[in-house]
């Protein structure tokens, strides 16, 4: 990584976790909201194609999952800026957004919520370090890509379903708890089946993942981070 790339304060990741912050929690004491700003294929067939920005903002998942997201966004926000620096994370993060929402469209699905962009940044950050050695940033990047997708199981409803979800929650932790002892080459492969198979089961994260991982592949085939400066403090 470049020295000007190295960031101490997460300015980007503040101001994104604001913007997305303040309506995102709004929607819960302003009806209709949500609504009004969330991806509905339809009404951007009809020429409301702000909704694809606006979606980003508002959550559809209730208050755990407005929580849940938010709460990604400001620790992999802060890995990702203090890894990438604020030009690559605002690409990453743009990438996931738009694969993510035009994957939406296009597969005729309304929704809303800021966690298809955070995929753009799970796929720079899993592409952190040299192939020997697994990076805390490429762990999170691995974590947050089996955990984007583990809720699947547990909307089934079913306690079978609860049961998978804790158990592929547990079992991606191990990526970062793990980290040291495990080929480097482990964390991308994850990332990668993850994304597949989020992709067959026609979920969104799974097309995001998928550019994030192409749009930091390419990045870094352009402007190459420099291993050795990637661990947090």
């Known amino acids: 990584m470049c ?16 913007v997305t912050a303040v309506p995102s929690l709004l929607q819960f004491v302003i009806p209709g909201l949500e609504p009004a700003l969330m991806r509905d294929p339809a009404a951007i067939a009809g020429g409301e194609w702000w909704r694809l920005g606006t979606a980003l903002v508002v959550q559809d998942g209730g208050v755990l999952g407005t929580l849940f997201n938010l ?9 990702a800026e203090r890894a990438l620096g604020p030009a ?4 990453l993060y743009l990438s996931g957004a738009v694969v993510g929402e035009a994957a939406g469209f296009l597969l005729d699905q309304p929704g809303a919520g800021n966690s298809v962009a955070l995929c753009g940044l799970a796929g720079g950050l899993v592409l952190v370090g040299g192939a020997e050695r697994v990076s805390y940033e ?3 990047g ?3 890509a089996v955990v984007s997708g583990a809720w699947l199981p547990a909307a089934s409803g079913d306690t079978w379903g609860w049961v ?9 932790s191990q990526l970062v708890a793990r980290r040291e002892s495990l080929p480097g080459w482990l964390p991308v492969a994850v ?3 993850a994304a597949v198979v989020l992709m067959a089961l026609r979920d969104l994260h799974g097309f995001a ?13 352009r402007f190459p981070l420099l291993p050795g400066r990637t661990s947090p403090a």
């Open 164 to 172: 998978v979800t804790v158990v592929l929650v547990v079992a991606a």
């Open 71 to 79: 709460g990604f966004l400001a620790v992999l926000g802060y890995v």
């Open 88 to 91: 690559r994370w605002a690409v």
């Open 191 to 193: 990332f990668g089946v």
């Open 209 to 221: 993942l998928l550019g994030g991982l192409a749009v930091g592949w390419i990045s870094n085939a």
């Open 138 to 140: 490429r762990a999170l």
């Open 3 to 18: 020295e000007a790339c190295a960031v101490d304060k997460p300015f980007l990741t503040v101001a994104v976790f604001v």
């Open 142 to 144: 691995a974590f947050y």
